[in-house]
């Protein structure tokens, strides 16, 4: 097995907006339709998925257009229940998820994601527009501007997940394997007694094995890249990030890892060199 070294701390996210960039074209307030108009009341009409398209920053008087890179992103996943998950994809690459509650104030027509309260510019079935006052810096010049910022949201398949979503879960390690004449063959010398690891929506995960009377338990905070499929994780007190194997979902509720070096989890020490794989399989609990 490998030494599975999930480092893991709490991230302070983006847990509401995502930073308006430099680079700016033009904008108005109006819909499609010229009209601006919002399906009352909010709070039974803004539970959804939901992704940023494009922002906005006042400068003279005129919205200035600030699109999302490529690469970078932000959803919010406002439920019923009260909750909201946030997920913001940085330039890296690298999906942080942060977790919330969320309400409405239908009187004043705002609405507060976590920590974070923003007006409902604009609200129909598919799209809508929220608002606030905050601080801009560009990137270019340092530049520094109090104003107001906007952001256009489009309405998404709540059930299409990105794998950083995916990875939400408590997963139970079951089997280690080597390749051995380009055949994956079971190697299970070092098999824990019990393992698991926990990626949790709000950000924060937990890595768990016993190993005869060796118990290791490490918790923290945790990111994932979409398109490198590794996980980047920091311990608790401990501000550097590791960055680990890549990862393989061969189902929604079945991962791997592949890695070269096979530790024996009652020492930590490394055993053997090689092509190995853990298998780790969705909790029902």
């Not at 930073?19 to 919002?38: L, P, Q, S």
């Not at 539970?47 to 600030?66: C, F, H, L, Q, V």
């Not at 527009?129 to 501007?145: I, N, P, S, V």
């Amino acid at each position: 097995m490998k030494k599975n070294s999930l480092k893991l701390k709490n991230m302070i996210g983006a847990a509401c907006c995502l930073v308006a960039m430099a680079a700016f074209t033009g904008c108005n307030d109006k819909n499609k339709d010229g009209e601006t108009g919002i399906l009352k009341p909010i709070a039974e009409h803004i539970t959804g998925k939901w992704n940023i398209e494009t922002s906005y920053a006042k400068r003279d008087g005129k919205w200035e257009e600030s699109p999302v890179p490529e690469g970078q992103g932000q959803t919010y996943t406002i439920r019923t229940d009260g909750t909201v998950v946030s997920t913001v994809t940085a330039a890296d690459g690298f999906t942080t998820l942060k977790a919330g509650e969320w309400k409405t104030d239908e009187e004043a027509g705002t609405l507060t994601l976590a920590t974070m309260t923003v007006n409902v510019l604009s609200l129909d079935a598919n799209s809508f527009e929220m608002g606030h006052y905050g601080t801009l810096t560009d990137t270019e010049t340092g530049e520094t501007l109090e104003t107001d910022f906007k952001w256009r949201l489009s309405r998404m398949d709540e059930a299409v997940k990105t794998p950083a979503e995916k990875l939400v879960g408590k997963w139970v390690f079951t089997k280690t394997y080597k390749k051995e004449n380009g055949e994956w063959k079971e190697y299970n010398q070092y098999k824990p007694d019990e393992a698991w690891v926990e990626y949790r929506e709000d950000g924060t995960g937990t890595n768990y094995y016993k190993a005869g009377n060796n118990v290791h338990e490490a918790g923290g905070g945790w990111s994932f890249n979409n398109t490198t499929m590794q996980i980047r994780a920091t311990k608790e007190g401990n501000e550097d990030a590791k960055v680990g194997d890549p990862i393989t979902f061969e189902d929604d509720n079945t991962y791997s890892q592949t890695y070269e070096d096979a530790y024996n989890p009652a020492t930590g020490e490394i055993v053997e060199s090689g092509e190995f794989k853990d298998v780790y399989v969705r909790s029902q609990e």
